[in-house]
C-alpha cells in the first residue's frame, strides 16, 4: 500500500476533470479515488477490481459502475474487465514528472514497476505513451486480446451474472480435478482473483470469511468476483454491511446471500427453540378446551386419542430448511 500519493490542482479546472464533475458526483469519487487508491502505483495501472471501490468508496456496487462508466466516457481512465486492471492516462506524469532525463533513478524504478504489472490489455499501449518520456526500454505484448482503451465496465443482468460464475465454476472445478491445488491455494480462484482477501478487505471476520468458504468448499462453488458482487447488491437490498451478510451465510450454512432470506429470519413466527412437542401440545389444549387429564402418546404414530374421546393426528415438525442459493 501507498504511503502518499499526489494530486494535482488542475484536476479541478482541466477540461477532462470539467467533464467528470459535470458527469455527476459518482464519476467525481471514482476519479478521485481511482487517483489515491490504496491498491494505485506512481504508473496508474493497477489490479482495481469494482468491489473494491464500491466498498472504499462507500457508493456500493451500483454507484462504483456508474461513475467508472463515466469517468471512463469522460477520458480519464480505461477498464479492462477482464484482468480487473484500470489505467489512469495521466496518472504516471502526476505521480512521476513531465518526462526523466536517462540518468535519473526514476528511469530504472519505472521500468520495474512496469515490467512487475499484471498481465492486462494496456501494456503495449501504456509503453508506447510514456517510452519517450521516462526511457523505457523494455516492451511488453498483452496476451489478451486487444480490447479499445475506452471500454466500459460490464453491465451484465442477473441473469448473465449467473450464467457467467456457472461457466467459471465448471471451469474451475475441471482445473482442480487436474491439478490437485494446495489448501492455501484453493481459496484463490484460477482466475487470479483472491476470495479469502476480498473478504477482509471488505471488513469480514477472518473466521468467518474461513468458514464461508468452506462452506461454499463443500458445495463445490468457489467464491468468484461476479458471486461477490452479487452478494453486495443483496446487502445492500437488506441494509446490511456485506461482514454481516458473510456472518449470516456462514452460520447458517448458506451457499449465497439473498435479501429476502434475513427479512424470513426476522419475521418468522416460529422460533427455533420451539419443539414439534411444544406445537402438538398446544393444538391439544385447543381441541380438549384445556383439560389438564389430556394425555399424548410417545412419538403419535399414526395418530392417537385424547381422554375425552377425539382423534389427535400425528403432527410433523415443518423445520425451516436451509435456502437454496444459486450464488
Not at 471512463?72 to 504516471?92: Q, R
Not at 520495474?112 to 504489472?117: C, F, G, W
Not at 482473483?193 to 469480514?204: Q, Y
Not at 473466521?207 to 461477490?228: C, F, G, H, N, S
Request: net charge negative; hydrophobic share 35%.
Amino acid at each position: 500500500m501507498r504511503d502518499y500519493s499526489k494530486f494535482s490542482p488542475k484536476f479541478w479546472i482541466g477540461e477532462t476533470g470539467k467533464k467528470i464533475k459535470s458527469s455527476g458526483h459518482e464519476a467525481l469519487i471514482v476519479s478521485i479515488y481511482l487517483l489515491t487508491s490504496p491498491h494505485s502505483n506512481m504508473l496508474g495501472i493497477y489490479y482495481q477490481p469494482e468491489v473494491y471501490i464500491a466498498h472504499e468508496t462507500g457508493l456500493g456496487i451500483g454507484g462504483a459502475s456508474k461513475g467508472l462508466e463515466m469517468a471512463i466516457e469522460a477520458g480519464f481512465c480505461a477498464y479492462d474487465a477482464a484482468s480487473e486492471v484500470v489505467w489512469v492516462y495521466e496518472m504516471a506524469r502526476y505521480q512521476i514528472a513531465d518526462s526523466l532525463t536517462p540518468l535519473d533513478k526514476r528511469c530504472k524504478g519505472a521500468q520495474n514497476e512496469y515490467d512487475s504489472l499484471p498481465e492486462n490489455a494496456y501494456l503495449a499501449d501504456f509503453f508506447d505513451k510514456y517510452a519517450q518520456a521516462f526511457n523505457l526500454t523494455k516492451k511488453r505484448i498483452p496476451k489478451s486480446p486487444k480490447i479499445s482503451p475506452l471500454e466500459a465496465p460490464s453491465k451484465a443482468l442477473a441473469s448473465q451474472e449467473q450464467e457467467q460464475e456457472q461457466e467459471q465454476e465448471q471451469e474451475q472445478e475441471q482445473d482442480l480435478k487436474k491439478k490437485q491445488p494446495t489448501a492455501a491455494k484453493k481459496k484463490k480462484n484460477i482466475d487470479g482473483f483472491d476470495a479469502r482477501k476480498s473478504l477482509l478487505d471488505l471488513g469480514v471476520d477472518m473466521q468467518v470469511a474461513d468458514d464461508w468458504l468452506r462452506v461454499r468448499a463443500i458445495k463445490r462453488a468457489p467464491l468468484t468476483a461476479t458471486a461477490l458482487r452479487a452478494v453486495m447488491r443483496e446487502a445492500e437490498k437488506a441494509h446490511i454491511p456485506v461482514s454481516e451478510a458473510v456472518r449470516l451465510s456462514a452460520e447458517h450454512g448458506w451457499q449465497g446471500f439473498e435479501a429476502q432470506w434475513m427479512h424470513n429470519l426476522q419475521g418468522s413466527t416460529r422460533p427455533h427453540e420451539r419443539s414439534w412437542r411444544d406445537d402438538e401440545a398446544d393444538i391439544v389444549a385447543r381441541l380438549t378446551g384445556g383439560l389438564g387429564s389430556t394425555k399424548r402418546s410417545n412419538g403419535l404414530s399414526g395418530g392417537s386419542r385424547d381422554s375425552i374421546g377425539m382423534d389427535v393426528a400425528t403432527l410433523q415438525y415443518d423445520g425451516q430448511e436451509e435456502p437454496f442459493s444459486s450464488i
